[in-house]
Structure formats: structure tokens, C-alpha cells
């Protein structure tokens, strides 16, 4: 019987030991998944950012054209 309980105490503490382990992880592998996804998302921004002031630029570009063709149209 003593040996059983030897046995059970083993194992349980050797389940607990596992399960800690294992939500320390999960936890490590959490954090990591966030600092890079929050890292991603700094860069999407930034990327974002620098579309829209080109879109800015190309919209003045083409308003210019724009301008320009229909001068030449009223000129003919």
C-alpha cells in the first residue's frame, strides 16, 4: 500500500510538474505571438501611411492632368 502511495504521489507531482510546464508554454508562446503580431501591425501602418500620401500625390497629379487636358480642349 505504501508503495502505491509512493507511486501516486510520484506520478501526481510528475502531472503537476508537466501541467506547469506547460502553461509556462503557452504563456511564453502568447507573448511572443503578440509582440510579433503588434510589431506586424506597427509595420501595416507605416506601410498604410506611405500608400496614402502617395495616393495623395497621384490624386494631385491627375487632378493637374485633368486640368490640363480640359485647357486643351477648350483651347480647340
Given at each position: 500500500m505504501?508503495?502505491v502511495k509512493?507511486?501516486?504521489?510520484?506520478?501526481?507531482s510528475?502531472?503537476s510538474?508537466?501541467?506547469?510546464?506547460?502553461e509556462t508554454?503557452?504563456?511564453?508562446?502568447?507573448?511572443?505571438l503578440?509582440?510579433?503580431?503588434?510589431g506586424?501591425?506597427?509595420?501595416?501602418?507605416v506601410?498604410?501611411q506611405k500608400?496614402?500620401?502617395?495616393?495623395v500625390k497621384?490624386t494631385a497629379v491627375s487632378?493637374?492632368?485633368?486640368?490640363?487636358l480640359?485647357?486643351l480642349?477648350?483651347?480647340c
Amino acid at each position: 500500500m505504501c508503495r502505491v502511495k509512493r507511486e501516486f504521489k510520484s506520478l501526481k507531482s510528475y502531472v503537476s510538474t508537466f501541467t506547469n510546464v506547460r502553461e509556462t508554454t503557452i504563456q511564453e508562446l502568447f507573448e511572443r505571438l503578440v509582440t510579433q503580431l503588434e510589431g506586424e501591425k506597427a509595420q501595416k501602418k507605416v506601410e498604410v501611411q506611405k500608400l496614402m500620401e502617395e495616393n495623395v500625390k497621384l490624386t494631385a497629379v491627375s487632378d493637374k492632368k485633368e486640368a490640363q487636358l480640359l485647357a486643351l480642349i477648350e483651347k480647340c
